[in-house]
């Protein structure tokens, strides 16, 4: 059988690091978004977060998405033109190859090296399936290349990515994906339950230390990749369940007073000050659909756990 497989560089328009860094440490508030997180090292150490007992969301969504992937198949008819913005290693997307028979997978991230890479494996594994990998920035666009074939569109975002964007943000992006599927497009997304807050502070602080080493990069990539002096020994990872906002926090917290040198400016940290690095809110079903329902997209059947940790959702536009 042949194997097709297209790569699409959308360059995708992300500031430099340093220029994020820069306007992210002028802040009162300091703050660096999450996406600076996914160089190959980040890519790789997401992965292995996905391994940890303690971080329950990949495990469970799988074995949703495993055990009911002939209804979603039903559900969505075969043939569909599969998108994934920020797919990563592809692995969730492989639970549904074979039932949704899609006429091509459309994965899409802006770690490109880490896509090639990723896509390239799905080839060898389902040498029936053209791919065509899009390296891009989601939070951007959703470009849909010109040789992709013209057929209804199943967009597939796991993971509680959502869960990444403020419910402002998220409610854009959903708008934004209901825009790139129509007509008659669908979207499978996997969104992170409400819970008690020892299972989600227990998550983000796995004891193997993967979620730290992960949060931490950014100050590694920050040293290599920009002339900062930033010593990542200088910061202690922290994350923690916000109840009020319904959102996991994760922080880069500055272990003593220290001043970071970058393109002539200074930027001082207290002891104990915070950069902001991600958000992950979570939702429970019916805060999820009334935010799905106000971008346009409709419920057409969900699947959760015994234990309501986590949640997948079928919509339509
Ligand atoms: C948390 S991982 C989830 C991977 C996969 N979807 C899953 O559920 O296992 C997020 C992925 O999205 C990619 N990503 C993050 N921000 C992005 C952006 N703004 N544009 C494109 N890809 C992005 C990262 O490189 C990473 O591969």
């Given at each position: 059988m042949s194997k097709t497989i297209t790569f699409h560089d959308y360059q995708p328009q992300i500031e430099s690091l340093k220029n994020a860094v820069i306007a992210g440490l002028s802040k009162t508030a300091k703050s660096i978004p999450p996406k600076y997180f996914y160089d190959e090292r980040?890519?790789?150490?997401?992965?292995?977060?996905?391994?940890?007992?303690?971080?329950?969301?990949?495990?469970?969504?799988?074995?949703?998405?495993?055990?009911?992937?002939?209804?979603?198949?039903?559900?969505?008819?075969?043939?569909?033109?599969?998108?994934?913005?920020?797919?990563?290693?592809?692995?969730?997307?492989?639970?549904?190859?074979?039932?949704?028979?899609?006429?091509?997978?459309?994965?899409?991230?802006?770690?490109?090296?880490?896509?090639?890479?990723?896509?390239?494996?799905?080839?060898?594994?389902?040498?029936?399936?053209?791919?065509?990998?899009?390296?891009?920035?989601?939070?951007?666009?959703?470009?849909?290349?010109?040789?992709?074939?013209?057929?209804?569109?199943?967009?597939?975002?796991?993971?509680?990515?959502?869960?990444?964007?403020?419910?402002?943000?998220?409610?854009?992006?959903?708008?934004?994906?209901?825009?790139?599927?129509?007509?008659?497009?669908m979207l499978l997304i996997g969104v992170d339950t409400k819970k008690p807050t020892g299972i989600l502070n227990a998550a983000y602080n796995d004891a193997a230390g993967i979620t730290a080493a992960f949060n931490l990069n950014l100050l590694h990539r920050i040293r290599d990749e920009t002339e900062a002096d930033c010593n990542p020994e200088n910061f202690e990872h922290q994350a923690f369940y916000n109840q009020q906002l319904g959102r996991i926090e994760m922080h880069l917290i500055s272990r003593c007073r220290q001043t970071l040198h970058l393109n002539g400016d200074e930027f001082l940290l207290d002891e104990g000050e915070s950069i902001h690095t991600e958000n992950s809110y979570k939702y429970s079903p019916e805060e999820f659909i009334a935010l799905a329902n106000k971008a346009g997209l409709h419920l057409v059947q969900h699947w959760l756990d015994e234990e309501a940790l986590f949640a997948v959702y079928l919509l339509k536009s």
């Amino acid at each position: 059988m042949s194997k097709t497989i297209t790569f699409h560089d959308y360059q995708p328009q992300i500031e430099s690091l340093k220029n994020a860094v820069i306007a992210g440490l002028s802040k009162t508030a300091k703050s660096i978004p999450p996406k600076y997180f996914y160089d190959e090292r980040g890519s790789k150490l997401f992965s292995e977060i996905c391994e940890q007992p303690e971080y329950y969301p990949p495990m469970i969504e799988r074995t949703i998405l495993s055990n009911n992937s002939d209804e979603i198949a039903y559900l969505t008819g075969t043939d569909r033109l599969v998108l994934e913005p920020g797919a990563g290693s592809a692995t969730k997307i492989r639970l549904l190859l074979e039932p949704l028979q899609p006429s091509a997978y459309l994965p899409m991230d802006i770690s490109c090296e880490y896509l090639r890479y990723s896509a390239a494996e799905i080839v060898d594994d389902f040498p029936w399936l053209p791919v065509h990998a899009v390296c891009v920035d989601f939070t951007h666009s959703i470009p849909l290349p010109e040789a992709a074939p013209d057929s209804h569109k199943l967009a597939f975002f796991p993971g509680s990515s959502i869960g990444n964007f403020t419910p402002h943000d998220a409610r854009a992006f959903l708008d934004m994906v209901r825009k790139t599927i129509n007509p008659g497009g669908m979207l499978l997304i996997g969104v992170d339950t409400k819970k008690p807050t020892g299972i989600l502070n227990a998550a983000y602080n796995d004891a193997a230390g993967i979620t730290a080493a992960f949060n931490l990069n950014l100050l590694h990539r920050i040293r290599d990749e920009t002339e900062a002096d930033c010593n990542p020994e200088n910061f202690e990872h922290q994350a923690f369940y916000n109840q009020q906002l319904g959102r996991i926090e994760m922080h880069l917290i500055s272990r003593c007073r220290q001043t970071l040198h970058l393109n002539g400016d200074e930027f001082l940290l207290d002891e104990g000050e915070s950069i902001h690095t991600e958000n992950s809110y979570k939702y429970s079903p019916e805060e999820f659909i009334a935010l799905a329902n106000k971008a346009g997209l409709h419920l057409v059947q969900h699947w959760l756990d015994e234990e309501a940790l986590f949640a997948v959702y079928l919509l339509k536009s």
